[in-house]
């Protein structure tokens, strides 16, 4: 397992050293006032660093005896700074923790978002996040950037990102006893090894309102205590976004949240094989880590696009499993409504008290914008009526809807019941309320379903994009009143009105 880790662990840091050598810099016409941190005394010790400036916490070791659990670097070497960001102030300054405490931009009436970037990144990488935040709401966002500490080897930088908690937990206790923050009112998002600072800095900061991880970082974070990760005690709401779990995977697949999301299952991303990596970087705003880390930033990429006004709401719906989800077993919200959830920043409407490790599932597109329209469909099939009729049956359901094509496959229906499919469109959601008729083609290979005809009764649809509420009017076909019959190859047309 060990030499599986360390095989891994290169393939990895080959893949972000190269994004990180070929990224240029980008230029900040800004007014940069360093910390000073040349004076700040600490305590150092083989097992543990204490920093007098704040608070006078310290970290421990985890694990004295494991020779990979390190302590952070000097806090002038990963030199964090925080970069304020409202709708009124155009421009950014970076200041220490004490200068932002001073600073007349910040409004304690607003709330606050901080975004945490990850491994071998910096904070201009998460300008696009911060500008859709700021285009959502009138936030105070401020960018933490660790860069110093985090381009370094993977083991050192997972060491560093405790002491960024502890800076991130020492500004936001500022806001709140000298600013007049709310710390309920204060969002810590963090994106792969940000998402676990998120998490430290939660233990130190009293009803911290949100933690939100996109893709928390995976390797060495499996099955370690919660003290040592991202998990649900860090912060009143916690919810997660799953893209690049599993084993080779450089998130985790196990849920940290209150709500945790799986897009497209949360292992692998459509768009994301080496064979698109060219057109991903045919966009002139891409990083090469878009391409070589894309499964891992789609979570950056899906998480801004939702905080964007569009019709395409995205809902999460909870599963036992990706495959399930994706048979149309999970498509309700239950009667209490928490079986499904809004994901972006409306997740946090979703209510924590429930029993936090759920898995919500949905689907998206391969390239932007991602969101996707989802339908339960259910095909209400008849009793063939002649003893000589196949009673299972096989094959391709086409349906067209509202002027769009969506393929059911399915394989040994039995007929006489009510079966339920998950129906993928492109967006913007049909409006079903204003769908006349939906058409049904039955195609099956020959042979395979000789001499079947399907006998259908009724067609439901209904949409899984809006949330709370369901719309007022999903379609409806009018219960046939002798089963429509459908020959291999040919259409049946089911009528809204009757
Ligand atoms: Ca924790
Ligand atoms: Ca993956």
């Known amino acids: 397992m060990n030499k599986l880790f360390v095989i891994y662990q290169t393939f990895i840091c080959l893949a972000f050293l190269l994004c990180w050598t070929t990224e240029a810099a980008i230029e900040s016409d800004i007014n940069i006032i360093q910390n000073d941190l040349t004076n700040v005394s600490k305590s150092v010790g083989s097992n543990r660093r204490c920093y007098s400036d704040l608070n006078d916490w310290c970290i421990y070791k985890f694990n004295p005896l494991n020779p990979i659990d390190l302590l952070p670097e000097e806090r002038g070497k990963i030199s964090t700074v925080f970069a304020i960001y409202t709708r009124w102030a155009n421009f950014k300054t970076m200041i220490s923790a004490q200068e932002l405490a001073r600073w007349d931009k910040f409004k304690a009436t607003r709330g606050t978002k901080f975004i945490v970037h990850g491994w071998r990144s910096n904070g201009d990488r998460f300008l696009k996040l911060k500008n859709d935040l700021l285009a959502k709401e009138d936030f105070n966002v401020i960018i933490v950037d660790w860069s110093g500490g985090s381009k370094v080897e993977y083991n050192q930088a997972r060491a560093n990102i405790r002491l960024v908690g502890l800076e991130i937990a020492f500004l936001v206790n500022t806001l709140v006893t000298k600013l007049g923050a709310k710390a309920s009112d204060v969002h810590l998002i963090g994106h792969s090894l940000g998402a676990h600072a998120a998490g430290y800095a939660g233990e130190k900061i009293a009803n911290l309102g ?107 719906y909870e599963c036992a499993d990706y495959d399930s989800f994706n048979k149309g077993q999970c498509t309700t919200c239950g009667s209490d409504h928490k079986r499904c959830a809004q994901f972006g920043l409306e ?45 299972i049956v096989n094959g391709n359901l086409g349906l067209l809807v509202g002027g ?57 649809i209904t949409s899984l994009n809006s949330y709370p509420k369901s719309p007022a009017k999903n379609f409806n076909s009018c219960p046939l009143s002798k089963p429509g019959f459908l020959p291999s190859s ?9």
């Open 210 to 316: 949100q933690i939100t991880g996109l893709d928390p970082a995976g390797p060495f974070f499996h099955d370690i205590p919660t003290n040592a990760r991202l998990d649900p005690t860090d912060a009143q709401f916690v919810d997660v976004i799953h893209t690049d779990g599993g084993i080779i995977g450089a998130g985790l697949l196990e849920p940290l949240g209150h709500l945790d999301f799986y897009p497209n299952g949360g292992i692998r991303q459509p768009g994301c094989d080496p064979s698109n990596w060219q057109s991903i970087l045919s966009d002139p705003n891409a990083f090469p880590s878009d391409a070589i880390a894309c499964d891992h930033v789609r979570a950056v990429h899906i998480y801004s696009e939702s905080l964007l006004s569009s019709n395409c709401k995205t809902i999460g």
């Open 347 to 391: 997740a946090k409407n979703f209510p924590a008290s429930n029993p936090p490790n759920g898995k919500f599932y949905f689907n998206t597109g391969a390239i932007a914008p991602y969101c996707r329209s989802h339908y339960a469909v259910t095909v209400s099939l008849a009793k063939p009526p002649s003893f000589f009729n196949i009673p």
């Open 404 to 460: 769009v094509n969506g393929k059911l496959e399915f394989n040994n229906l039995p007929q006489g019941r009510t079966h339920r499919f998950l129906f993928i469109d492109s967006s913007p959601p049909v409006d079903l309320s204003a769908v006349p008729k939906v058409n049904l083609r039955w195609d099956c290979a020959p042979f395979s379903c000789m001499p079947a005809k399907l006998y259908v009764n009724q067609v439901t």
């Open 490 to 498: 040919s259409n049946l047309d089911l009528l809204a009105i009757c």
